[in-house]
């Protein structure tokens, strides 16, 4: 077997194969060279600062492939000033090389107007700002949805969301401010659908419920009955309901008159007048605190008479002497003894009463 490996024959395939191998890697390196320009760089010429137009016509003059694109918007520098260079001023490329040049733009990139409409005020004031639009004049304007966004203007025109204008423009916005009160009610009867619709938008209201007489959605029917009625008072933003027909009001009379007993009250007149009494407001009572009698005074009892009054008939037959000198007791009777007994008992006489004078004392003998 091993005489068969070094036979001359496989040894002369072998090398033929080798050489093949290294011939074929010696083309394609050779090819590689050619097709990519080997050994063959052209510098970058410096086109820093200036226009589009110098910097193009520059780089087509060196034979290199450009692409310009705009760079951030910088007010410091002219428009369409060339700002920055990929690859750098001075390095060497291969003549098929892309060169990409950044210039100044004419003015801010343009921005999309987010869309806030019917949004609250605040947050829309916040999303403007972050897209790099500023808020102007503030429009306040009659409407149900207070403090939202109806409208965007720019350059005093309404824009939609979604439109493209400069970064960094002015814009105003109309937000609203509440409804209006008492507005008279608009007369529609008469007028087709359409007409109606356009004269309800008119005087701030919305239109609710349509019912055609016929089922049907044409809006050349002829309005023929409205609630509420023409001339009444309501607030903005309130509904009208509609009721159309093919045919005249005057043709529909007696559905009207079905209608009116629906939805049109009516005020009986022959009662008498409501009237209206105030009510005083009630007031509590002020109470006031009793007064204390003062306690009554208390008098001091007098001693009674001890001895009775003389009567008259001791006075007209008694003969009587007086001695004090003598020494001699009075003699009492058993009459002054009770009435001495009784009156210490006695309570005090009231004031009304006239209190007798203390008689002096009288020795009486009764011969």
């Not at 423009?169 to 608009?186: A, L, T």
Request: aromatic letters at 8%; charged letters at 25%.
């Amino acid at each position: 077997m091993l005489k068969s490996l070094f036979h001359w024959k496989v040894l002369i395939n072998l090398l033929l194969s080798i050489a093949l191998f290294v011939g074929l890697i010696w083309l394609t390196f050779r090819w590689l060279e050619y097709y990519t320009n080997h050994g063959q760089e052209i510098p970058v010429p410096n086109i820093m600062n200036m226009t589009a137009q110098d910097a193009v016509k520059v780089l087509e003059d060196a034979g290199l492939k450009y692409k310009i694109d705009s760079f951030n918007y910088d007010p410091k520098y002219k428009p369409y000033q060339v700002l920055k260079v990929y690859p750098l001023p001075y390095s060497r490329v291969k003549p098929e090389a892309l060169i990409q040049v950044m210039v100044n733009p004419k003015t801010w990139a343009p921005v999309a107007v987010p869309d806030v409409i019917n949004k609250y005020s605040v947050l829309a004031f916040q999303r403007l700002e972050q897209v790099g639009l500023k808020v102007g004049d503030t429009i306040y304007e009659p409407s149900i949805q207070k403090d939202a966004i109806l409208r965007i203007l720019f350059k005093g025109n309404p824009v939609k969301p979604m439109t493209k204008v400069p970064r960094f423009s002015v814009v105003d916005v109309v937000i609203g401010s509440g409804p209006m009160r008492n507005i008279s009610i608009p007369n529609v009867v008469g007028l087709t659908v359409k007409e109606a619709r356009a004269v309800i938008a008119r005087s701030m209201f919305e239109v609710g419920l349509v019912e055609h007489e016929d089922g049907s959605k044409d809006e050349s029917d002829i309005i023929y009955y409205q609630d509420p009625a023409a001339g009444d008072v309501r607030d903005q933003g309130m509904q009208m309901d509609l009721w159309a027909s093919k045919r005249t009001p005057a043709e529909l009379r007696a559905k009207i008159e079905e209608l009116n007993s629906v939805y049109r009250m009516k005020v009986d007149t022959g009662l008498p007048p409501i009237q209206y009494q105030e009510v005083p407001a009630y007031h509590e009572p002020a109470y006031e605190e009793p007064q204390v009698p003062a306690p009554p005074k208390r008098e001091s009892p007098k001693p009674s008479s001890s001895e009775p009054q003389k009567t008259d008939a001791q006075k007209s037959t008694g003969k009587t002497t007086v001695s004090a000198s003598e020494g001699a007791k009075p003699k009492t009777t058993t009459s002054n003894l009770a009435n001495r007994n009784t009156g210490s008992n006695n309570k005090p006489a009231t004031s009304n009463q006239k209190t007798a004078e203390k008689p002096k004392a009288k020795k009486v003998v009764v011969e």
